[in-house]
């Protein structure tokens, strides 16, 4: 995602249209969008490890 964002820059330079523009927001918008769920899910995944830590050390009831 990231070499493509370049690439494009690095060939339209010279001759820009409306057209680069429109790719490159689309471009940096999938980029931003692809972030942002990484980022979400990173931080899920460190919630259920330190729920599934919290509830390890809570002993459990013994019933007689």
């Known amino acids: 995602m990231f070499l493509l964002t370049w690439h494009v820059w690095d060939k339209m330079l010279e001759h820009w249209s409306y057209l680069t523009a429109i ?7 999938t980029t931003l969008l692809f972030l942002m769920r990484r980022w979400i899910e990173h931080r899920n ?5 330190k729920e599934k830590a919290f509830s390890s050390q809570i002993p459990e009831k013994i019933t007689l």
């Open 23 to 29: 790719g490159l927001v689309g471009i940096v918008t």
């Open 45 to 49: 995944k460190q919630q259920k490890a």
